[in-house]
């Protein structure tokens, strides 16, 4: 049964809210009315098209302010606007890419020449998580992540939110034996150029400056980019 609540809400008043009691019924709205087209309707927009919507409605007046007419909407509605006015093309600042490497597995190329000094992954800007060693997972597969890519100190290991956020900085390579980095990590977890990289040329970095795993001699990946969590 679909009512109209009182409107004890602001946000109720304003969006004329309805309510559906469902009672010992535990289906969804679209199950129980599948067969029906004069009941329910459902308008799917695609992602490449939100913003061209948002901006429309933006021209008509209805923004988060007038849906949600709280701290809250004022809130996201002042943040997208400044978004809005601070937003870069994806590929601004980019210089590097990833290919398959002769040292190991997959390493980081430079695209364009880089000039030393030069802050390196623009963007990449997800703080780490930090996972104690006795909360690694038994399984074997699963706890190659860590050894891989992980950054350890003091017995935790640092990793992005998850590994399916694995960015660039993330597959930097050690340099082959005898020969020196052309990046280093500061103390922020920040990378920049050494010297001068020739387009082409892998980046490579000595990960034992900054992680006690790969002194121990773990897999060659091991880099990450922001301050970690405390």
Not at 48 to 56: H, S, V
Not at 88 to 113: C, D, E, N, Q, Y
Not at 135 to 153: G, I, S, W
Request: aromatic share 8%; with cysteine.
């Amino acid at each position: 049964m679909a009512i109209y609540p009182n409107h004890l809400d602001r946000r109720i008043a304003v969006q004329r809210s309805g309510f559906t009691i469902h009672g010992l019924d535990r289906r969804g709205v679209e199950e129980m009315f599948s067969g029906s087209n004069d009941h329910l309707a459902k308008i799917v927009i695609p992602s490449y098209a939100t913003e061209r919507i948002t901006e429309e409605l933006d021209d008509c007046g209805i923004d988060e302010v007038a849906v949600y007419p709280d701290l809250q909407g004022l809130g996201t509605a002042v943040s997208r606007a400044f978004l809005e006015r601070h937003v870069v093309p994806p590929h601004k600042g980019l210089m590097t890419r990833l290919k398959p490497s002769p040292i190991h597995g997959i390493g980081v190329f430079a695209i364009r020449k880089i000039k030393k000094g030069a802050p390196l992954f623009a963007g990449d800007s997800d703080e780490m998580l930090w996972v104690e060693a006795d909360e690694l997972p038994k399984q074997q597969r699963l706890r190659e992540f860590y050894r891989d890519f992980a950054v350890m100190k003091n017995g935790r290991y640092g990793c992005p939110r998850h590994f399916h956020r694995l960015t660039m900085a993330w597959y930097l390579n050690d340099p082959k034996k005898g020969e020196k980095p052309n990046v280093i990590c500061d103390g922020d977890y920040e990378f920049r150029a050494l010297r001068d990289i020739e387009r082409g040329e892998e980046l490579t970095v000595d990960s034992t400056s900054y992680s006690e795993h790969a002194k121990t001699g773990g897999a060659k990946n091991r880099s990450i980019r922001k301050t970690p969590k405390k």
